[in-house]
């Protein structure tokens, strides 16, 4: 209690900014909070290389247990998690698909979105301003791509709600997640339909991007990149690579993906995607709370005139990049080499694939009854 009240007093003294280091900050605190940050100071990246660009106040870097499954499609999968049985399923789960022949993974570009709201007069200034947009593409194009050459604008969606009118930019960033990227094209753009239409922008991103949220617009319209992958398993592989059957997987993606889904009103019609881009986007230097946009989803199985196993995953809103972020810091580098992508659209591939095996395990696990029993040996310290 003692030393909550006196970091209490010197926080307001005295700002972490203000220390030239890492070291020093790190110093500060462990003074202050009489604790020791050994662990939290040992890290391979160069301090300059990311102070201000990734982080501010640094003091070093936690570590994240880092594993990799896989061969899939040509791919090892980099998994960065605390979560025992995660690594070894997903590997069980390639495993099953490999032998059955591979999977086939479909990438589509939708863009990666910013979604400013304006303030009008009215219904009628907001469908003045709105057609204004509409007839002025190329202008507003060429303003936002004006502020980077790996940037181009490819529609405005628009809404309008009494007085405010919502936009949406859609842009290919290349081979960039590029956030940051289309939220500098849009301030431009924004200035400009100002100047242009006496509307107001109220903010720049007014939650119909929508970004780092699991929403129906994206699930329906899509956002940054759309992923399906498909694969047919053989009921002799399900049985003996899986320890199931056809039927029985077929049946808890009815029951647990589609209908539990729809008693409990999740967006995500899947078993845990999240849990799988969230263990690759730690490895692979993504923003992470894009996992929550990965949420959505739908897993289907099917089963074939001749009792095989048809069973595939939709993802329609996949926020990645293999440039920019977190991907130039050494150990993320590191895991992208491992995955062996060489653009944005084989990581989406890697990651479809790698989604899809993780899917297909877990779900094999239920419906044998294994699922506690993984857990508690892979995931539990034995006692």
């Not at 181009?152 to 590029?178: P, W």
Request: with cysteine; glycine share 8%.
């Amino acid at each position: 209690m003692e030393n909550l009240v006196e970091w209490a007093f010197m926080k307001s003294k005295v700002s972490l900014r203000e220390f030239p280091s890492a070291q020093a900050r790190r110093e500060f605190l462990e003074k202050e909070l009489n604790i020791n940050l050994h662990n939290i100071g040992h890290f391979t990246f160069a301090e300059e290389s990311v102070a201000g660009r990734n982080i501010e106040n640094l003091i070093g870097a936690t570590q994240i247990p880092l594993g990799v499954a896989g061969p899939i499609m040509n791919h090892l999968i980099p998994l960065a998690t605390t979560e025992g049985a995660l690594v070894a399923s997903v590997s069980r789960g390639c495993k099953a698909i490999m032998e059955s022949g591979g999977a086939c993974v479909e990438v589509e570009l939708v863009g990666t979105t910013r979604g400013p709201v304006f303030k009008t007069q009215g219904i009628e200034h907001g469908f003045k301003t709105k057609n204004w947009i509409e007839k002025n593409f190329s202008l507003i194009a060429q303003t936002t791509q004006k502020t980077s050459s790996h940037l181009k604008l490819l529609k405005i969606d628009s809404q309008i709600l009494s007085k405010n009118l919502y936009l949406r930019f859609y842009y290919d960033t290349g081979d960039a997640m590029g956030m940051n990227m289309v939220t500098i094209a849009t301030d431009m753009a924004v200035k400009l339909i100002e100047q242009k239409t006496k509307a107001r922008c109220i903010a720049l991103a007014g939650n119909f991007d929508i970004d780092k949220k699991p929403a129906y617009l994206n699930f329906i319209l899509g956002r940054g990149k759309k992923v399906w992958a498909e694969a047919v398993l053989p009921k002799k592989i399900v049985r003996e690579v899986l320890k199931t059957t056809p039927e029985k997987i077929a049946e808890v993606v009815e029951k647990k993906c589609h209908l539990g889904s729809m008693m409990s009103g999740s967006m995500g019609f899947n078993s845990h995607f999240a849990n799988i881009i969230a263990a690759i986007f730690a490895a692979t230097g993504q923003d992470l709370a894009h996992a929550a946009e990965g949420s959505l989803g739908i897993t289907t199985a099917e089963i074939l005139k001749n009792g095989d196993l048809y069973f595939t995953i939709y993802l329609p809103d996949l926020m990645c990049g293999t440039v920019g972020g977190g991907t130039h810091l050494p150990a993320q580098q590191e895991a992208l080499k491992i995955m062996n992508v060489r653009n944005v659209l084989e990581y989406c591939r890697a990651v479809g694939a790698a989604i899809l095996a993780g899917e297909l395990s877990l779900i094999a696990s239920l419906a044998e009854g294994s699922l506690a029993k993984a857990h508690q040996k892979l995931g539990r310290k034995n006692k």
